[in-house]
């Protein structure tokens, strides 16, 4: 029995399936962007392109029509599900962390309103006149001279202006 050769058109045929499933896949829309550029896609363009820059649409094509505005306020993405144990801890260590600067905010105007008592208490010491003395580095008893008290009278007044308000 004799070898059957191939038709020497069975090539062309081949091509010529492969080229209409190949025009399938290709790009079948075409439009202009706002820019002037020119875009192809397999997928509909943007809904902001106006109909007039769609230069080229499938055979029996149309642009999908918007949803209306309730199917589009329904579709909408939820706002996301919070864990209310999650959220409860988060307020917790919100209300403890408000509490803790609270309470550093308290220490702190004490410890001026403490520093101010003492501020003035020292100048008015020192204004009254009586002797005052204080110890040296040697641990010694200093009695203050007039430029002595001067300088602990100029130190009380710029504490009495920072922490007295």
């Known amino acids: 029995m004799p070898i059957a050769r191939p038709s020497p058109l069975l090539p062309l045929a081949v091509a010529a399936c492969l080229l209409a499933l190949a025009g399938s896949a290709q790009a079948q829309w075409i ?21 007039k820059d769609i230069v080229q649409r499938p055979s029996n094509a149309r642009r999908p029509l918007p949803p209306p505005a309730a199917a589009s306020a329904a579709s909408a993405p939820a706002a996301p599900r919070v864990d209310p144990v999650l959220e409860q801890r988060r307020r917790a260590a919100e209300q403890e962390q408000q509490a803790k600067l609270k309470a550093e905010q308290e220490r702190v105007a004490q410890a001026r309103a403490e520093n101010c008592r003492r501020a003035k208490a020292q100048l008015a010491g020192l ?14 008893r200093e009695i203050l001279d007039d430029k002595g008290r001067a300088e602990e009278s100029r130190r009380a007044e710029g504490i009495i202006a920072s922490d007295c308000e």
């Open 127 to 140: 204004q009254s006149g009586q002797r005052i003395a204080r110890l040296n580095e040697k641990g010694e």
């Open 31 to 51: 439009w202009r962007d706002r820019n002037g550029q020119i875009t192809a896609s397999d997928l509909p363009p943007p809904r902001e392109v106006a109909d």
